[in-house]
């Protein structure tokens, strides 16, 4: 039995593993160059979030008296989304100021580590017939 490499094709282990290493240091340098914070969810001034969850909490109410009801999974399901979507919508993303030379860094790390882990999964053994 043959040991396979990278993506069962043969070769390409030590290419699959530095390129995993250099991907997860240019990703974590990246994700530490981030601030995430959180914004309100207004509607022409007023605070919209307890109106977000209405469909939600309607779904949940429509379940417990009827697990059954295609309309409490409707609301239910869609009032996740909602509440899942405003979060999401609401972040606010900075980026910290940092240097040419540790944004070049970053970026090598990370796109040279994905361009290793896309080769390794080619062929580097003979080639089959």
Known sequence: MAIRGAGGTPGGIGEFLLGFALAVAGGWLLSNQV??????WNI???NTFGLSLL????????????GRSVLGWLLTM??????FAGVIVNLRVYFVATSLFNTL???????????????SL???????S
Not at 35 to 40: A, H, K, L, N
Not at 55 to 66: C, E, I, S, W
Not at 105 to 119: E, K, N, P
């Open 55 to 66: 469909p939600f909490v309607l779904g949940v109410a429509m379940l417990f008296f009827n």
């Open 35 to 40: 601030i995430v914070s959180g914004g309100s």
């Open 105 to 119: 860094l970053i970026l090598v790390l990370l796109f040279g580590g994905i361009g290793l882990l896309a080769r």
């Open 122 to 128: 080619r062929s580097h053994g003979p080639a089959e």
């Open 44 to 46: 022409w001034g007023y």
């Open 78 to 83: 869609g009032g996740l989304v909602i509440v």
